[in-house]
């Protein structure tokens, strides 16, 4: 059976629900995470592999190119648009919340980045359809470790982009079925869970030990800046380890069914990243983070982290993910010429700002 006219695997709906409501939260934990200890926990616990999991899925299901293929204009169309409208609502809501932050069209550390590197991920694969993936996957493994020596930072999200790039390409040269397949084995699923409860403890018990790992594995800080005496790349393969295995044992710890309601929430976590960090901002703003923290411990940690699952929930819901699909449709409907034509003038506003506003 091609796969084309496959079924649907529940399971990766259900994964995508899990890891973007882990997103939602890590968004709003990361302002406690100086006051709080079991935040700091969970935070470099999360951080271990809810971007990696979440830029393999993407790649997982990116239609690999053939010799004759071309990228898909109207999808990098629509998210070069979405990524800009996302990176102009987060700079003008801190701006609102009286920070001093300037506005980099090319870069910078916000939500938006994970849009910009898939629209350079899909091209990169492009770019190679025709090199061999035992030659790309490896090629990755080595940018990612070698991109820690070099001053990258935020500048185009390129070290974010070197360091996740193989993560990207592992599910892209995959298919749905193979890692479905892989991950329902007994001895996996109970090695992954076994993996995943003791990495989890550590995070706890080991906190000071584990914990500036997490400027690893945020993707976007050469190893000179690390907290880590002596940080280098063995630490950057350390980190892809413990990824590798969490991603392992998600997917093969969450079930293949579907779950009323939820499992078609996982169908709409592009929706949930593009609202869920302006909330943030707004419930910031109000003052509502304030109050909760006043309620006194733990019972703020308990709101805290209820109020998230909440939220990723709610967002989850079709009515948010509606105007972004509006869009796709919008953007589907034009010629490629004229995709063409937008991209070029959204890139040459982009440099018209970062020259008329430094950041």
């Known amino acids: 059976m091609s796969e084309k006219f496959r079924p649907r695997i529940y399971k990766f709906d259900n994964v995508k629900l899990l890891v973007i409501t882990l997103v939602v939260i890590g968004s709003f934990a990361e302002a406690f995470t100086e ?16 971007a990696p999991l979440y830029i393999f899925l993407s790649g997982l299901f990116q239609k690999q190119f053939d010799k004759g293929a071309k990228p898909n204009l109207h999808k990098i169309t629509c998210y070069l648009i979405l990524g800009y409208i996302l990176k102009i609502a987060i700079f003008a809501m801190r701006r609102w919340n009286g920070e001093d932050v300037g506005l980099d069209m090319f870069g910078g550390a916000t939500l938006e980045w994970y849009i910009f590197v898939i629209i350079m991920y899909t091209v990169t694969m492009f770019l190679l359809k025709r090199v061999h993936r035992y030659i790309v996957f490896p090629l990755t493994v080595v ?8 001053p990258l930072g935020d500048e185009f999200y390129l070290m974010r982009y070197f360091v996740f790039l193989p993560f990207y390409t592992a599910g892209y040269y995959l298919t749905p079925m193979r890692v479905r397949k892989f991950s329902h084995r ?13 990495y989890f403890v550590l995070c706890f018990r080991m906190r000071e030990t584990i914990y500036p790992l997490r400027m690893l594995f945020t993707g976007r800080n050469p190893y000179s800046i690390v907290p ?16 590798a295995v969490l991603i392992i044992s998600v997917i093969a710890c969450i079930p293949n069914r579907k779950a009323p309601l939820l499992t078609k929430m996982g169908r709409n976590t592009l929706g949930v990243y593009f609202w869920h960090y302006p909330l943030v901002l707004l419930l910031w703003h109000f003052g509502v983070f304030d109050m909760i923290t006043e309620l006194g411990d733990p019972l703020w940690k308990v709101i805290v982290l209820t109020l998230a699952v909440i ?16 869009l796709e449709e919008l953007v589907k409907k034009l010629p490629l010429p004229a995709c063409i034509a937008i991209d070029g003038v959204i890139i040459a506003a982009a440099v018209a700002v970062n020259i008329l506003f430094p950041y």
């Not at 006051?35 to 809810?50: A, G, I, L």
């Not at 940018?143 to 070099?150: K, T």
């Open 186 to 198: 007994l001895n996996v699923k109970l090695t992954g869970l076994a993996f995943m409860l003791i």
């Open 311 to 326: 939220t990723s929930l709610i967002l989850s819901l079709s009515v948010f993910s509606w105007p972004l699909r509006k």
């Open 143 to 150: 940018l990612g470790i070698v991109a820690g020596f070099l």
């Open 35 to 50: 006051r709080s200890d079991m935040f700091r926990s969970w935070f470099v616990f999360v951080f271990s592999f809810n």
């Open 228 to 243: 880590i005496e002596g940080c280098t790349f063995y630490h950057r393969m350390l980190c892809y380890g413990i990824s």
